[in-house]
């Protein structure tokens, strides 16, 4: 049986509140899919995740608009079909992820997307102008986690991300958004964008023009709950050397144990995701090199050993490799405000 964390009311408010800025009511929506609309008046209340893509994509069918309100203009109906549609064809990640940037610019320059990649690391950035001047946590988190799931859905492979940044101050329903991404959460950042290894923007598209068709209900049925529910063993991995002392000291057949699977179920398993133990657990030393850099005073002689690196000179080799930059520079550059 699957299991979920719930997600805290507060954070459906905040995905509410571009529908609820020209007075409308979302009881009626609410109580279609099961959630008492006295839920959100709680403030400690919680909510099924199996409930919120229901209610999200409830939402855009009543106001026929696809960006729940948070936009100058509305987004009509069937443009995120149009966008899986018109990606399917692309030959690499790469190549879809800036076909999806120029359909957006063409809609209007309120939320644009942008692909960098500098060193082994690509990132997708996410600007939102917020014209309406709402809490924006909420709008951001459902696109970049849309993003996330749709860069899955268009290679079958799990997207490993080393962390996510947003613009925003944290919100007090962070834990939400910790939910839903199995990386670093960072607050108070120069964008929001989704950080992940470089190699997986040549993974090539293998899903076809009918695969496409009729996804989307699925898709947005289960957004939330299956990054909730159903992590994939990448993700479970992850979160595992995340949460060790030292993820460097963590060995395949560590994470083994922890899970109670054989060390060729999981290679297998990881395999068919995209992934590899050593692919991830080089993601998790490259963000704990940059959580220390920019949210701690550690020095930088002390995270080469918190990463696994003997010498300081051999971190600063391989953190040049990770992302262009020396970790002195980086600091500089990147330090959290």
Same mark, same amino acid.
């Given at each position: 049986?699957? $299991?979920?964390?719930?997600?805290?009311?507060?954070?459906?408010?905040?995905?509410?509140?571009?529908?609820?800025?020209?007075?409308?009511?979302?009881?009626?929506?609410?109580?279609?899919?099961?959630?008492?609309?006295?839920?959100?008046?709680?403030?400690?209340?919680?909510?099924?995740?199996?409930?919120?893509?229901?209610?999200?994509?409830?939402?855009? !069918?009543?106001?026929?608009?696809?960006?729940?309100?948070?936009?100058?203009?509305?987004?009509? =109906?069937?443009?995120?079909?149009?966008?899986? !549609?018109?990606?399917?064809?692309?030959?690499?990640?790469?190549?879809?992820? *800036?076909?999806?940037?120029?359909?957006?610019?063409?809609?209007?320059?309120?939320?644009?997307?942008?692909? @960098?990649?500098?060193?082994?690391?690509?990132?997708?950035?996410?600007?939102?102008?917020?014209?309406?001047?709402?809490?924006?946590?909420?709008?951001?988190?459902?696109?970049?986690?849309?993003?996330?799931? #749709?860069?899955? #859905?268009?290679? *079958?492979?799990?997207?490993?991300?080393? !962390?996510?940044?947003?613009?925003?101050?944290?919100?007090?329903?962070?834990? +939400?958004?910790?939910?839903?991404?199995?990386?670093?959460?960072? #607050?108070?950042?120069?964008?929001?964008?989704?950080?992940?290894?470089?190699?997986?923007?040549?993974?090539?598209?293998?899903?076809?023009?009918?695969? +496409?068709?009729?996804?989307?209900?699925?898709?947005?049925?289960?957004?939330?709950?299956?990054?909730?529910?159903?992590?994939?063993?990448?993700?479970?991995?992850?979160?595992?050397?995340?949460?060790?002392?030292?993820?460097?000291?963590?060995?395949?057949?560590?994470?083994?144990? /922890?899970?109670?699977? *054989?060390?060729?179920?999981?290679?297998?398993?990881?395999?068919?995701?995209?992934?590899?133990? +050593?692919?991830?657990?080089?993601?998790?030393?490259?963000?704990?090199?940059?959580?220390?850099?920019?949210?701690?005073?550690? =020095?930088?002689?002390?995270?080469?050993?918190?990463?696994?690196?003997?010498?300081? @000179?051999?971190?600063?080799?391989?953190?040049?490799? #990770?992302? *262009?930059?020396? =970790?002195? /520079?980086?600091?500089?550059?990147?330090?959290? $405000?």
């Amino acid at each position: 049986m699957n $299991t979920y964390r719930a997600v805290e009311a507060e954070a459906i408010r905040s995905m509410l509140s571009g529908a609820l800025r020209n007075g409308d009511s979302w009881e009626r929506l609410i109580e279609a899919v099961g959630i008492k609309p006295s839920l959100l008046g709680e403030e400690a209340a919680t909510l099924d995740p199996r409930h919120v893509g229901q209610l999200l994509r409830s939402l855009a !069918h009543h106001l026929q608009d696809e960006s729940l309100g948070f936009l100058s203009r509305p987004t009509p =109906p069937g443009t995120l079909a149009l966008c899986f !549609h018109l990606t399917v064809s692309c030959s690499t990640l790469r190549e879809a992820i *800036g076909r999806v940037s120029r359909l957006m610019a063409a809609m209007g320059d309120e939320c644009a997307l942008t692909l @960098s990649e500098q060193a082994s690391e690509a990132k997708i950035s996410l600007t939102y102008s917020n014209p309406h001047r709402l809490e924006s946590v909420g709008f951001t988190t459902i696109l970049l986690l849309i993003l996330h799931r #749709w860069a899955g #859905w268009a290679t *079958g492979k799990t997207l490993v991300l080393d !962390h996510v940044n947003f613009a925003d101050p944290r919100p007090s329903y962070d834990a +939400s958004t910790e939910l839903v991404f199995s990386c670093r959460n960072y #607050w108070n950042r120069a964008e929001n964008s989704l950080a992940f290894s470089r190699h997986y923007l040549d993974l090539p598209v293998v899903k076809s023009d009918g695969d +496409s068709r009729n996804v989307l209900p699925q898709f947005a049925d289960s957004l939330v709950y299956k990054a909730t529910s159903e992590p994939s063993l990448s993700a479970s991995i992850q979160r595992i050397l995340l949460a060790a002392e030292s993820a460097s000291d963590i060995t395949l057949r560590d994470v083994a144990e /922890r899970l109670n699977m *054989g060390d060729h179920s999981i290679r297998r398993r990881l395999r068919e995701e995209g992934n590899s133990f +050593s692919q991830i657990k080089e993601s998790v030393r490259r963000d704990t090199a940059i959580y220390h850099l920019t949210c701690t005073e550690t =020095p930088v002689q002390n995270i080469a050993y918190i990463v696994g690196f003997s010498e300081p @000179s051999a971190f600063n080799r391989a953190f040049k490799v #990770w992302t *262009g930059e020396t =970790p002195g /520079r980086y600091r500089e550059t990147h330090r959290s $405000t």
